[in-house]
């Protein structure tokens, strides 16, 4: 078979991207044009700015990553496009170019679950990497540990009850003054703490292992702060940062490890923004070692939003035989391993 050239788009959420990738594994290019700047202004990302900013983008991007592997239009074999979940005026914008691409050169075009990008984010960089393995899924808008049972097939195992691992990570960001995105900032800062300095909780919940709650370690560090506030105790915010961050990555760790032991995986993975965190990455790496597990993660530029994941994803539903029409829609709350 020839080599499968896809372009793929993603703009779900904050980030414009395109990427082409060549049979599901090589990366010619990845585009990303990150909004971030904009919306740190507001403390958060403002959906109409975003998609405004998105059409204004995406020819650019797209045109980018086409020049960038050396590539046209012609040479394409598909167009993958991220249709949900997401923000749905910001994933109408990459859905209308997809189509319009798809359309203009008679080319199929496949839709692809932004999730089921994160995770496929994994096969990029690390080719011994095959189906089935235990993934925990953790960005600014999902939770989830999630059985990859085989390529584009997925079983949810456990999920968060309330805020997601990043959304947690963005609001103790901004209570301790660090700004948008909080990720990256407590990451740096809790590398200067000590992580054992406050104790806060690790939510189990009664009956579902695997599942995650964060709004109560939330809660705890904004009591902490209050408290501190009102005994006029001054704040070491590394130390808060360093503790909240222990918290939230002993939680992820032990039940993706637990999922994995019980569901007989021997390869677990990472995925989504928080998969950039070194401290969780260090944490798993020594505790599936201990556990005999094996342990693999994107490089930070696959796992924070990107279309390359979008394109590796794509492919596997290309090679399936996914093929969607020129009526496909953005669905803002798509779940994980559903065909619309
Ligand atoms: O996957 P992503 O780029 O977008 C979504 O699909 O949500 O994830 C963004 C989230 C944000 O909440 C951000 O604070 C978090 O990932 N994040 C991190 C780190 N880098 C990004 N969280 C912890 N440590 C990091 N180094
Ligand atoms: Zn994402």
Redesign the pocket.
Known sequence: MSDVKILAIES??D?TAAAVIVNGREVKSNVIYSQIDLHTLYGGVVPEIASRKHIEKVNQVIRQALSDAELTLDDLDAIAVTYGP?LVGALLVGVGAAKAIAFAKNIPLVGVH?IEG?ISANYIENPDLKPPFMCLV?????SHIVKVVDYGEYEIIGRTRDD????A??KV?RAIGLGY????K??KLAREGNPDAIDFPRCVIDGAPYDFSFSGLKSAVLNYLNHCEMKNIEVNRADVAASFQKAVIDVLTEHLIQAAKDHGCENIALA???A???G?RENLRARSEAEGLKFYHPSNIF???NAAMIGVAGYHEFVKGTRHGYDLNAIPNLKIGSRI
Do not use: R, Y
Request: hydrophobic share 25%.
């Open positions: 779900s959420c980030e997401g932004h994160h953790a960005s600014g808008g999902h997601a691992a990043g959304e990570f963005d960001a995105p909080g990720g990256p407590v990451d989504g923004g928080v950039a965190n070194s969780l796992c924070t939003d």
